[in-house]
């Protein structure tokens, strides 16, 4: 939640504000009503723990010596976003942000004014068009919904070895509650029920997969998750990987022995090879600043602690309990040792509280199962 500092307000609808380490010029939370996609300038409180990882993320490049980022924010609303970055890291030596809103253009010039006026320009227009500054090393999608629209501007404007953060929105389309519009809009069919928001994430993983190859690019996701009411993932990409094949496939339920899915098949196509990059993924830390330190803090821990088992879904003790006719479901703690001392990589996953990713076949998590029930 942003805290309100001493500066008078210089009008009814924005405040100074500071989110995380960065002092901004804000609209009144819970002052705007209705769909947010109709405020004129959009700023979500509920977002900060994104914000907060996007700055653990950009701080890792830093750490790893990367080249400051000539970067482009495409929808930028208040700029909270980029600006954050460039104020609480030292990943950026510049950063372009176009917003076609005219009074979310008055607050984001503002803010960029109070931030970093050397660093920072604002674009006022589509971001559909490629904006002077290209080729850029990092751009990052943000929308309403989905980035799909934003794409073909996106793959035109990043550079050959430059990092992408793509934001989707769209969890009904993409997590299985209007199917036929995953299918119009992503090509893919999705998963329902509990492991709809992860296939949701692998389908526009695929999607953005298929995207960067038709432009001669080839993608390494950095780190990608779920969250809340949104799904996003941060990637490389590549030239030199475009003729790569990539982990992209159909999940039939009838052959895959990974976690059960209800429905019958095939689904995706998604996405069925690694979220992150491990040795990006174990770097990130809490950033100092960070604005809501206890949920970001969560998240990090069990994103850091599934990366080295890094297979596409997860198990859950409920649904085990279910599978394996106990009314009692074993405890995570109990599956996870089992699973260990069967010398399977076991950790807990960062979509559910109670999620477990093993390499382990569905068999010896059964098994697993079994005895931790009949020893609980
Ligand atoms: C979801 S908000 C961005 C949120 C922002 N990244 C943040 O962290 O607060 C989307 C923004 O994109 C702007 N927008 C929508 N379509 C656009 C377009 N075609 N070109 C430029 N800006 C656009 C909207 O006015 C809105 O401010």
């Not at 010039?109 to 050397?118: H, K, Q």
């Not at 996870?336 to 979509?351: C, E, M, S, T």
């Not at 559910?352 to 569905?362: F, K, L």
Request: glycine share 10%; hydrophobic share 40%; net charge positive.
């Amino acid at each position: 939640m942003p805290t309100e500092s001493e500066a008078p307000p210089p009008s009814p609808s924005v405040r100074r504000c500071v989110e995380g380490g960065t002092a901004l010029w804000l609209p009144p939370v819970g002052a705007s009503r209705g769909p947010a996609r109709r405020r004129a300038v959009f700023y979500n409180p509920a977002m900060a723990v994104d914000r907060d990882l996007n700055v653990a993320f950009a701080r890792v490049a830093e750490e790893r010596d990367y080249p400051a980022w000539d970067a482009w924010e495409m929808l930028g609303a208040t700029g909270v976003r980029g600006l954050r970055l460039v104020h609480e890291t030292g990943a950026m030596g510049s950063l372009v942000v176009t917003e076609q809103n005219p009074e979310a253009l008055w607050v984001l010039r503002r803010n960029a004014r109070a931030v970093a006026p050397d660093l920072v320009t604002v674009v006022s227009g589509d971001a559909r068009s490629v904006p002077p500054g290209a080729p850029f090393d990092y751009v990052d999608l943000d929308p309403y919904g989905s980035p799909v629209p934003f794409l073909p501007a996106l793959f035109r404007a990043i550079a050959d070895g430059g990092i992408v953060a793509v934001t989707a929105t769209d969890m009904m389309v993409l997590a299985g509650v209007t199917a036929g519009a995953c299918a119009r809009i992503y090509g893919a069919r999705p998963i329902r029920g509990r492991l709809a928001p992860e296939s949701g994430l692998r389908i526009l993983m695929a999607f953005l997969d298929r995207e960067a190859r038709a432009r001669g690019f080839g993608i390494r996701p950095l780190l990608s998750y779920v969250q809340g009411h949104h799904v996003r993932t941060y990637f490389a990409v590549d030239r030199s990987l475009s003729r790569r094949e990539t982990p992209v496939g159909v999940i039939d339920p009838t052959t895959w022995d990974g976690p059960w899915i209800a429905g019958r098949g095939p689904f995706g196509p998604m996405w069925l090879g690694p979220l992150g990059d491990p040795d990006w993924v174990r770097r990130l830390r809490l950033p100092p600043m960070a604005a809501r330190p206890k949920e970001t803090g969560a998240l990090l821990e069990r994103l850091i602690e599934e990366s080295p088992v890094d297979r596409p879904f997860y198990y859950e003790p409920n649904e085990l309990a279910r599978r394996i006719g106990r009314r009692e479901p074993p405890s995570v703690d109990a599956l996870l040792a089992g699973l260990r001392a069967r010398q399977r990589r076991a950790a807990r996953g960062h979509p559910r509280e109670a999620a477990i990713r093993t390499d382990a076949p569905r068999a010896t998590v059964e098994e697993v199962a079994r005895s931790a029930a009949a020893s609980g």
